[in-house]
């Protein structure tokens, strides 16, 4: 007989909150202290010695809000229609809503970036706008996506956020942990948005993961793992100066990129074991 459980929103309150607390934690380290700054700045200055970026990439990269809506939009209707989650549809657009909205107000009112000496461009950018809007998007995919196929929405959506992410740090458009803050900003609201679905009074029936999904955990871990074990290494080797100092701004951009990738990863994976029982 299969098993059936009800849902409860303090696992989702309870992300939410972690979500918040390492937001605030990166916003303080990054941006308030003179080390992470320079930190930061040094990624970026990485990416600038290495920039290949054209007006054409510029042009392309100023594009994902508008194409990743569009594309979020057609599929999560089309999803929303074939499983009739009209419900979760409106939940996951208020999410992405939120989500967006949140990141213009703490960029451009609430946060400030004080000026600790660091030379590199002087206004806030803290979180990203852009890659804010591609992960929102793929939220509202997941969100509307049924229990079987969350997965694969999760790991595409990631895929998706992180290549957004990483793109407007090698256009030069954005620091490392602006990108990352724009992730858990997503995450916060993807949190919540769990955490209204659960009221809906549904229960929830306690399937086994197909094996594709094992199979994408797996790799998706994998994929976290390493790029966590690189970005670990470009610190040390950044703490250490081992390699001299012309070359810690390269190491510190790829360093910044493969962390970008590891929560991205890490996001997802979490995402999908949170949301494996909601329907």
């Not at 939120?98 to 400030?112: D, F, G, M, R």
């Not at 769990?194 to 594709?212: I, M």
């Amino acid at each position: 007989m299969p098993q059936f459980s009800r849902l409860n929103p303090i696992r989702y309150v309870v992300a939410a909150v972690l979500c918040a607390v390492a937001f605030a934690a990166l916003y303080l380290i990054f941006v308030r202290s003179q080390s992470g700054q320079a930190i930061d700045q040094l990624a970026f200055s990485g990416a600038e010695n290495g920039s290949t970026g054209t007006s054409v990439t510029l042009r392309l990269l100023d594009l994902i809000p508008s194409v990743m809506v569009l594309a979020g939009a057609i599929v999560s209707i089309l999803i929303a229609w074939a499983r009739s989650a009209w419900f979760a549809l409106i939940v996951g657009v208020g999410a992405a809503v939120a989500a967006i909205i949140t990141t213009q107000l703490l960029k451009n009112v609430l946060l400030t970036r004080p000026d600790l000496g660091i030379e590199g461009y002087e206004p806030n950018s803290f979180p990203s706008g852009h890659t804010t809007v591609a992960a929102a998007s793929a939220l509202v995919i997941f969100l509307v996506a049924g229990p079987r196929l969350r997965w694969l929405a999760g790991t595409i959506g990631a895929a998706i956020a992180v290549a957004a992410g990483v793109s407007t740090l090698v256009s030069l458009w954005h620091r490392p942990s602006d990108v990352i803050a724009a992730l858990l900003v997503v995450a916060f609201w993807g949190c919540i948005a769990g955490a209204v679905l659960t009221r809906t009074g549904v229960r929830s029936r306690a399937d086994a993961a197909p094996t594709p999904a094992r199979l994408s955990l797996r790799v998706q871990s994998w994929i976290a793992v390493l790029a966590a074990l690189v970005t670990a290494a470009a610190a040390g080797i950044g703490a250490t100066g081992a390699f001299g100092v012309n070359s810690l701004a390269p190491v510190a951009y790829l360093g910044a990129v493969t962390a970008i990738v590891a929560v991205g990863f890490a996001l997802a994976i979490t995402a999908t074991r949170l949301f494996d029982r909601l329907p």
